[in-house]
């Protein structure tokens, strides 16, 4: 079940520039979550989504991140301005009532 | 604040070699442990959800238990394709999101 395609899968960008990540869930589910990766801290929450609509973004690091899911099948993750610390797979993850998550494979950012 | 703790960091195994990943962790209210396996530039791929002290899941060679204070993930007679690494997580009472450890990562020899 792969349930989620995520683009693009890589994206190298300048410190400064916007980036936008994008999420396409296939099936229905009714939770849509976005995670960081990195060596140094792990899997991170940033933002999840319940019916579209946003329920915890306390894991999102500042007011340069922002995100929208604006119907069932389309979510994004927006970073301006982007910075070098930014740089992570960013993973989009759908999941019901049951908990378990499904990912997509990742979107490997580097800010240089 | 929850908190998960896997360990070790890193395990070399020989292929048939038995052994046993450990997650701790600490949460006020459990709502689920749960197991994922995660292969190089690919996302977490579930395996098991385990919900109360004393159950345990199987697949294949994996079998997940659970305690009041941590889980164990145990490979008998492991294979080569077994190499990646295993990540835990946690869902306290009440809220919906997962709170990983930072994994551990398994290289199985043949």
């Known amino acids: 079940d792969a349930g989620v395609i995520q683009s693009p899968r890589h994206e190298v960008t300048e410190m400064g520039q916007e980036v936008t990540l994008r999420c396409k869930p296939i099936s229905g589910h009714d939770y849509l979550f976005w995670y960081r990766q990195t060596m140094m801290r792990g899997l991170e929450l940033l933002i999840y989504?319940?019916?579209?609509?946003?329920?915890?973004d306390s894991g999102m690091p500042e007011d340069r991140f922002s995100a929208k899911m604006p119907n069932a099948s389309f979510s994004t993750l927006k970073i301006q301005p982007s910075e070098p610390r930014d740089s992570a797979v960013y993973f989009c993850?759908?999941?019901?009532?049951?908990?378990?998550?499904?990912f997509g494979e990742g979107s490997r950012l580097t800010v240089l | 604040e929850d908190q998960v703790t896997q360990s070790p960091e890193a395990l070399r195994l020989q292929e048939g070699e038995s052994s046993s990943l450990n997650c701790s962790y600490t949460?006020?209210?459990?709502?689920?442990l749960f197991w994922y396996r995660q292969d190089p530039g690919k996302g977490p791929e579930f395996l098991f959800t385990l919900y109360s002290a004393g159950e345990e899941k199987e697949k294949e060679r994996l079998k997940a238990t659970l305690t009041k204070k941590e889980s164990f993930l145990h490979i008998t007679a492991p294979k080569p394709e077994d190499s990646a690494t295993y990540l835990c997580?946690?869902?306290?009472?009440?809220?919906?999101?997962?709170?990983f450890g930072t994994g551990t990562r398994l290289l199985v020899s043949p």
């Open positions: 989504f319940n019916n579209n609509v946003p329920i915890d």
């Open positions: 993850a759908v999941g019901g009532r049951t908990g378990e998550l499904f």
């Open positions: 949460v006020s209210g459990l709502r689920g």
């Open positions: 997580a946690v869902r306290e009472t009440g809220f919906q999101k997962l709170v």
